[in-house]
């Protein structure tokens, strides 16, 4: 999960670079084609798929969780996700308070299991790629909308 928000905002920054080439009258470059929501989350649900089963498992899940937890200490601050998270400090804030449902400021292994069933919405205790890719692409438009983030570089889904 935080592995799918980091990549997405770091290819928000490579869409964002990349339009902003400096061009020469000689060179002439190719316009980037608009990047699919729903493409990438299945690239990172695959790459987040660690034993390769075709679905993401509370223990994959936690595991991703853990490698944000930086001192180890069983909770996830919102300065140790920033830090862990390439969306930048704002964005990367935003989506932290959306997983810290009750805001206390920290994010606890015990809060995974509550976090997980959000992903699996059949509640059959596997995240399927389908679920994976629904799920964060509601997560994104929530917080685009309510931050306000310029979502222009993303096609349809």
């Known amino acids: 999960m935080w592995t799918t928000l980091c990549l997405v905002a770091g290819l928000l920054l490579c869409v ?13 470059r190719p316009t980037p084609t608009p990047l699919s929501l729903r493409n990438l989350f ?6 987040e798929d660690f034993n390769g089963d075709g679905v993401h498992s509370l ?3 936690e595991h991703l969780w853990s490698l944000s937890d930086m001192d180890g200490d069983g909770s996830v601050t919102v300065t140790e996700y920033t830090y862990s998270d390439q969306f930048g400090k704002f964005t990367g804030t935003e989506l932290y308070k959306y997983f810290d449902h009750d805001h206390n ?5 015990q809060e995974l299991p509550r976090i997980f069933t959000e992903y699996d919405t059949n509640f059959d205790g596997w995240i399927t790629e389908q679920e994976f890719v629904d799920e964060n692409i509601r997560i994104y438009k929530f917080i685009t909308n309510d931050v306000g983030t310029d979502n222009s570089y993303f096609g349809h889904q």
Request: glycine residues 4%.
């Open 16 to 28: 964002e670079a990349a339009t902003h080439l400096p061009t020469t009258a000689t060179t002439i």
């Open 42 to 47: 299945r690239i990172v649900f695959r790459r």
């Open 59 to 61: 223990l994959e899940f």
């Open 105 to 109: 400021g920290v994010i606890h292994l």
